[in-house]
């Protein structure tokens, strides 16, 4: 099965298109935050690379977040229209986990950190496990300095991977057992996004288009300046 993943979660737009031989083609930008102009364009371009055609395509992979509220919504909303219009069924991925898939290998605790704006990030802890990664927390939006100290509470030796890690890198290495990735993980990755979707195909844990929905953890800005000025 052809799985088509689209990634807007973060600064970064990005689309690939994958089976089970792994990773056909991929398409990353990661300037001006352009995600609704980027993302068709790519998905085109994308799928010329890797030589076929969007009916040709079995499901569509989203990253659901958290993440930034108008790059998700881009997001989730193209891969509804695309799987509604093609009737395929969709999957959808953590940020998080597609954060903590490319390190699997370390024998360290992996934190995933997404820079949420605000002063905030969204986070959330793996290990490794045999094929892959396993999450051991709920994700969370919180200050640096309260992820500060739920990863001291660890005791543990980490690797923090994400933009929101790179950001705040002079918070997290003034802990002695915390390293920083670098920025080649900085954003989540569409090729991993299929992999992990290729995964969840095989075991079929599709949803139906209209059940797709992003996970933000928090209002939108909007919402908020909006709630800030009733009062």
């Known amino acids: 099965m052809l799985i088509l993943g689209i990634e807007t ?3 970064q737009v990005g689309c690939a298109i994958g089976a089970h031989q792994g990773v056909l083609a991929s398409f990353h930008a990661a300037k ?3 995600h609704a ?20 395509i079995g499901a569509v992979a989203a990253d659901v977040g958290p993440g930034l509220f108008t790059g998700l919504r ?6 509804k229209a695309m799987a509604t219009a093609l009737r395929i069924p969709v999957i959808g ?7 903590a898939f490319p390190v699997r290998w370390t024998s360290r605790r992996i934190v995933s950190v997404v820079d949420a ?33 739920e990863i001291l509470a660890t005791g543990e030796e980490c690797l923090a991977v994400g933009d929101g890690a790179l950001r705040y890198a002079d918070e997290l290495q ?5 390293d920083i990735g670098d920025a080649g993980a900085a ?16 075991r079929e844990e599709f949803v139906n288009p209209w059940e797709l929905a992003p996970v933000y953890l928090r209002k939108a800005d909007a919402e908020i300046n909006w709630q800030t000025r009733e009062r």
Do not use: M, N, W
């Open 174 to 178: 003034e802990l002695i057992k915390v």
């Open 93 to 99: 991925v953590s940020s998080l986990d597609l954060l």
């Open 32 to 34: 001006g935050r352009r």
């Open 37 to 56: 102009e980027t993302l068709v364009p790519a998905i085109d371009f994308t799928c010329r690379q890797a030589g076929i055609e969007l009916t040709d």
């Open 74 to 79: 881009v997001g989730v909303i193209t891969a």
């Open 117 to 149: 704006a605000r002063g905030e990030v969204f986070y959330g802890f793996y290990r490794q496990v045999p094929g892959g990664v396993q999450r051991l927390s709920e994700h969370r939006v919180g200050r640096p300095d309260e992820l500060c100290s």
């Open 9 to 11: 979660a973060t600064a």
């Open 187 to 202: 954003y989540p990755s569409a090729g991993s996004l299929v992999q992990l979707a290729h995964a969840r195909a095989l």
